[in-house]
Every structure is written in structure tokens, then in C-alpha cells.
């Protein structure tokens, strides 16, 4: 993976997508009222060059819909619009997202024509029970494959999971999160689902069909998603969409929807890390904790729940935090 550096992005809700799963709807989610034009590209780079520094060089990624779904003509006038800007060493490179059924290798190789460095694919599952009560209308299989064909034709290659889909279990997304590890992609995405009105889902659960994926079963799962794939070597490059005044407004109904569900859950790989540290001899004692610099407010946990859970879980007198040159989610005991 390239280091990380600023997004410019040009939404490109359902454009190709030949499925309409059960837990989508991309306006919702982009707030994007109509796909992208090849003078929308032009104008978000315009736009994302000014804000940046001159010698900034950001990516151009194209989100939201299935990218190479989408009639090839139509997929070289976007990137055609931004070619130039790679050409001229403007933007460092492009990416996009699609589905696993959606590339081949007369594709990828059109892709690599303009630049295209890194493909994310929206797998979401490796559970065929889980994609078809998802209605995904791709397998497992073809999800293995995809990452495959990308990765050796030169590609970085993103791989995107969902948590708390329908007929998902934990077990189920561990299992999705350990092949994904046996298919090595230079990151990954995790997405706990979000029940966002207009969509099947929002009327499964609104009939009791469907079982809410709740933000602490999020927090909770992802925190030891994040530990396997960091034992692996991937980084997990997000969790949770991205917050937008719509899903805050309303958009998102239920589920696991949280502004800041990324910063939760690296409070709760903390909370493991400290709780294993604390035993019932520490019941009334004052104890503290070496954790690395900057990461103070994720070792305390947001609205100080980590000390709230350490405090009722083994009667501590207090917890304090100080900071040291340690790797990250490095946590020691100190002397108080």
C-alpha cells in the first residue's frame, strides 16, 4: 500500500450495478442525487486541487457503484477526463470500487490503459448463505477469483466486508475475515451494516424479519476483525461509513451507524489490552498504564467508557494513562 495521502472522490451511485441488494441505497449513503458525469470528474479535481497544497498530489477515486459494470464508453469518458491530470503528475493515481463478478481481464487491462493503480471489490461476505439472503447475485467463488485475477495483473487490491448481514453470524464474519486473509489484499474495508430507509432491508426490519446489527455488536466484532488482519499484516483502512449530515439526519434508521464507529472500536482493541492486564488483586488499588503517544484518548475510550468498564469490571480506586514511545496498541502497566 502507498502511504496514506487525500481523497478526491466522484460518486458514482448504482452505475452499473446489475443487483439492488437487499441493504442498499447509494444515494443515501454518497448523497449523491445522480452518477457522475466526465465534467463531474473535471470539476472534483478542479475542486480537490485548489483546497490542497501545490505540490500535494492526492487520488481520484471513483465510489459508490460498480464501476466496471458500466458500459465500457462510458467507463473510459470518466477516466478519460481524469487522464490528463495523472498524465500532467497532478494526482498521484485512481482508484474505484466494483463487484467481484464484474472484472475480467480485458477490463483490467482498459484500466491500466489510464492509470487505474488499485481496485477495491465489494465482497461483503464469503458466506454463500449470507450473499443470497443478501442478494448479492455473486458467490463466494467468484469473489475469490475476482481478487485473484485483479492482484496478478499488477493491481492493489482492496477487499470490502459487511458485518451483521442477513443470516450473518460472528462466526460467520471471522470466517469471511480469515479468507480474506488467505487472498492477501493490500487492505481492507469493513462496513457493519446500516439499515438505511428505502431499501428491503429497512422493511425486514420494520416487520421483525431481520435482526438489528447494533453498534456495540459492531464495535465489538470489529474489534477482533482489526486484530486478525493487523496479526496478518492488512491494514484496515476504514470501518463504518462515512458520516454524512443525511445518515445523521435520518437516513440511517437502525443499525450500525455511529459518526465516529472507527474511533469506538479502537477504544475497544484498548479495552481488551487493559483488561488483560487487571486482575481482582487490583480491586480498590490505583493503577496505571503506559500506552503510546496520541493514543491517550483511545486507551480512556470515548466519554471515558474504558474507565468506566475497568472501574465496575475490577473495583479499581482509579486508572491513569501516561504516554510512551510504544508501538501502536502497545498498552504496559506501570507504577501509579
Known amino acids: 500500500m502507498t502511504p496514506r ?10 452505475l452499473g450495478c446489475p443487483h439492488m441488494c437487499v441493504f442498499c441505497n447509494q ?21 480537490g486541487l485548489a483546497r490542497l497544497m501545490p505540490d500535494a498530489k492526492p ?23 481524469a487522464k490528463p491530470y495523472l498524465d500532467a503528475g497532478r494526482i498521484a493515481d485512481i482508484r474505484l470500487s466494483t463487484r467481484p463478478d464484474a472484472v475480467d481481464e480485458n477490463i483490467l487491462s482498459m484500466l491500466q490503459k489510464y492509470g487505474v493503480r488499485t481496485v477495491e471489490l465489494g465482497v461483503q461476505s464469503m458466506d454463500e448463505e449470507v450473499l443470497r439472503l443478501s442478494e448479492r447475485g455473486h458467490t463466494a467463488h467468484e469473489a475469490e477469483r475476482a481478487a485473484k485475477t485483479v492482484k496478478s495483473a499488477g493491481f492493489e487490491v482492496i477487499l470490502q466486508m459487511m458485518t451483521g448481514l442477513p443470516g450473518d453470524t460472528r462466526e460467520k464474519s471471522l470466517a469471511t475475515a480469515r479468507s480474506f486473509i488467505g487472498l492477501s489484499p493490500d487492505g481492507v474495508r469493513i462496513y457493519p451494516t446500516v439499515i ?17 446489527h447494533t453498534v456495540e455488536d459492531a464495535v465489538d ?17 476504514r470501518v463504518g461509513l462515512n458520516p454524512t449530515d443525511d445518515l445523521s439526519g435520518g437516513d440511517a434508521a437502525g443499525g450500525a451507524y455511529h459518526p465516529a464507529l472507527g474511533e469506538l472500536v479502537l477504544g475497544r482493541r484498548y479495552l481488551t489490552r487493559e483488561r488483560a492486564l487487571l486482575t481482582e488483586a487490583d480491586r480498590g488499588r490505583a493503577v496505571a498504564f503506559a500506552v503510546p503517544f496520541g493514543r491517550v484518548s483511545a486507551a480512556v475510550g470515548q466519554k471515558r467508557a474504558n474507565i468506566r468498564a475497568l472501574t465496575a469490571e475490577f473495583g479499581v480506586k482509579c ?18
Request: hydrophobic content about 45%; proline content about 9%; aromatic content about 8%.
Open 196 to 212: 438505511l430507509r428505502d431499501t428491503p432491508l429497512y422493511e425486514l426490519w420494520r416487520a421483525g424479519s431481520y435482526r438489528e
Open 5 to 14: 495521502r487525500s481523497i478526491i472522490p466522484v460518486f458514482v451511485p448504482h
Open 59 to 81: 487520488t481520484l477515486a471513483f465510489y459508490g457503484g460498480s464501476f466496471t459494470a458500466i458500459p465500457v464508453p462510458e467507463q473510459e469518458a470518466l477516466l478519460a477526463a
Open 319 to 336: 486508572v491513569k494513562f501516561r504516554e510512551r514511545d510504544l508501538p501502536n496498541l502497545t498498552v504496559m502497566r506501570i507504577i501509579a
Open 27 to 47: 444515494r443515501r449513503v454518497t448523497g449523491a442525487p445522480r452518477p457522475a458525469r466526465p465534467e463531474d470528474v473535471t470539476r472534483a479535481l478542479e475542486d
Open 221 to 237: 466484532l470489529c474489534a477482533e476483525l482489526c486484530d486478525l488482519f493487523d496479526g496478518a499484516g492488512i491494514p484496515v483502512i
